[in-house]
C-alpha cells in the first residue's frame, strides 16, 4: 500500500488535538507505524477517549478512495515532512498535515509571498485597488498569495495574472471544488500559472468553518499581508489576527473615513498595521531580503487600463455562499505595545445561550475554569479538533470568547 495511504489515513482521523498529532509522528516516526500501533502502545500515550476512538479506526476505504481521486484528477499531495511542504507553513501553529495542490507550487520560501486580502462585498475602489496591489506586487518580483473569494481576493489574483506573473489560491474547499462557481475561469488561470492549494481532499463537503480556518494557512504562506476593504466583521481580519499570531508583517491601504467597508481596515492602522497605497509600499520592505524584488515606477508600475467591463458585484453577491463567512470580527493589539486594547463587551449570558449551536454550547460548557488552553477546551468538548477550531472561531467571532496569548481563550458573557 502507498505510504501516501497512511498519511491521508491519519490527516482523515477526526478529533486529533495539534499537540496530539505531532506527539505521534514524534513517537512512532511515521503515520504507517501510527496505523499499525497496538492499543496498547496507543494507551500508554496521553490521548483523550475520542482520539484513541478514532486512531483505532483503521478502515482504508476513505483514505483509497481520496487518493484514487487525486490520481485521477492530477492533484498533488504534499506531506508536512515533504521537501516541497513550504517551511514557513510548516511552522505555524496547526499546520496542515497535507496540502493537496492543483498546479504546481513554486519556491514558496525563497520569495516574498504577499497575501491580499479583502471584503466580499467590494466597492469599485476596492476591485480596482486589489488589482492594483496585485498587478504592482508581481510586476515588483512578489507572490500573490490570494484565498480567491469575491471582491478584493479575486481582484487581487486578477492582477497578479495581468502581471505575467504566478499565484497561489488558498482555498476553504476540496481542492477539486470551484467556489464562488461564477470564478470557474480565474481557477484555471491561477492554476495554470500558479498552484491551488487546500487541505482538503477532493470531495470534500463545503462547509462555514473551514473559510475561516483556511487563513491560517493564507497568512501562514506569507511574509505579509495587505488588507483591502474590510469592514468590522470582515473574514479578512482573521487572516491579518493570524498573520499578528505569525509574526507576519501586516499592512492595510487606507480607505474612505466615512464608510462602513472600510471601518476594520482603517483600525487596523490605527492599531498595528502600516498603511500602503502601492505595491511599491509594501516591497520596500522586501527589497534587501529576497532576490528579486525591485521598486518600479512611472508607466512600469502601472496597471494597463482595462479592456473588460467591471465585475457585477451585485449580481455576483447573489451566488450560493455560507451565510457567516463574512460575519468575523477580532481586536487587535500591536505586539510592540505594553498596554491592552480595550476588551470586547461581554454578552450576556442568555443571549448567548439562546443563539449557540449544540457544538458551541458544549464548548461554552468546557471552559471550567477563567483561562484555558485550546487543546484542554478540546479534550472537556469531546468535540473534534476540526470542529472545535471551527466553532471557537466562530464563537471568537460573536464575542462569546476572547483569545489570549498561547492559544488560551476566556468567555466574554455578562449576568445580565
Known amino acids: 500500500m502507498s505510504a501516501l495511504t497512511y498519511w491521508i489515513w491519519l490527516s482523515e482521523r477526526k ?97 516574498a509571498a504577499i497575501a491580499v486580502v479583502g471584503t466580499r462585498k467590494a466597492t469599485p475602489y476596492g476591485v480596482k485597488m486589489g488589482r492594483r496591489m496585485g498587478y504592482e506586487l508581481t510586476k515588483g518580483g512578489a507572490l500573490v498569495v490570494s484565498g480567491l473569494a469575491e471582491g478584493v481576493d479575486s481582484a487581487a489574483a486578477q492582477g497578479a495574472i495581468r502581471a505575467g506573473g504566478s499565484c497561489i489560491g488558498v482555498l476553504g474547499t476540496g481542492i477539486d471544488q470551484v467556489y464562488p462557481r461564477f470564478n470557474q475561469f480565474l481557477f484555471e488561470d491561477v492554476q495554470s500559472v500558479g498552484a491551488l492549494v487546500s487541505e482538503y481532499p477532493p470531495g470534500a463537503p463545503i462547509s462555514k468553518g473551514s473559510f475561516p480556518r483556511r487563513n491560517r494557512i493564507l497568512s501562514g504562506l506569507s511574509c505579509g499581508v ?79 487600463q482595462e479592456e473588460e467591463p467591471e465585475q457585477d458585484l451585485e449580481q455576483n453577491r447573489k451566488q450560493e455562499r455560507p451565510e457567516r463567512e463574512e460575519k468575523q470580527f477580532f481586536r487587535f493589539r500591536s505586539k510592540k505595545e505594553s498596554k491592552p486594547q480595550p476588551q470586547t463587551k461581554a454578552v450576556p449570558v442568555k443571549t448567548v445561550l439562546e443563539g449557540l449551536s449544540e457544538q458551541q454550547l458544549k464548548l461554552v460548557a468546557a471552559m471550567t475554569k477563567p483561562s484555558m488552553h485550546i487543546d484542554e477546551i478540546i479534550e472537556n468538548s469531546g468535540l473534534s479538533a476540526a470542529d472545535a477550531l471551527s466553532e471557537m472561531t466562530m464563537l471568537e467571532i460573536e464575542g462569546v470568547v476572547r483569545q489570549e496569548s498561547g492559544k488560551y481563550f476566556s468567555l466574554n458573557v455578562s449576568e445580565s
Open 226 to 304: 495587505v488588507v483591502i476593504e474590510a469592514p468590522e466583521k470582515s473574514g479578512a481580519l482573521i487572516t491579518a489576527a493570524r498573520a499578528l499570531e505569525q509574526g507576519r508583517d501586516l499592512f492595510a491601504v487606507p480607505g474612505n473615513v466615512d464608510s462602513p467597508n472600510c471601518e476594520g481596515s482603517n483600525a487596523l492602522i490605527k492599531d498595528c498595521a502600516k498603511a500602503v497605497t502601492s505595491g511599491a509600499d509594501v516591497l520596500c520592505e522586501y527589497i534587501h531580503l529576497y532576490e528579486g524584488v525591485r521598486l518600479l515606477s512611472g508607466v512600469e508600475a502601472r496597471i494597463p
Open 15 to 111: 478529533g486529533l488535538r495539534p499537540e496530539t498529532r505531532e506527539k505521534l509522528l514524534d513517537v512512532f516516526g511515521d503515520p504507517q507505524d501510527i496505523y499499525f500501533a497496538s492499543e496498547q502502545e496507543l494507551k500508554a500515550l496521553p490521548l483523550s477517549r475520542n482520539e484513541l476512538s478514532s486512531l483505532l479506526d483503521k478502515s482504508m476505504d476513505e483514505p483509497r478512495r481520496i487518493l484514487d481521486s487525486c490520481i485521477r484528477l492530477d492533484v498533488r499531495i504534499h506531506t508536512i515532512r515533504d521537501v516541497a511542504y513550504p517551511n514557513r507553513l510548516r511552522n505555524i501553529y496547526d499546520p496542515p498535515l497535507l496540502l493537496y495542490v492543483l498546479g504546481r507550487l513554486p519556491a514558496i520560501d525563497d520569495m
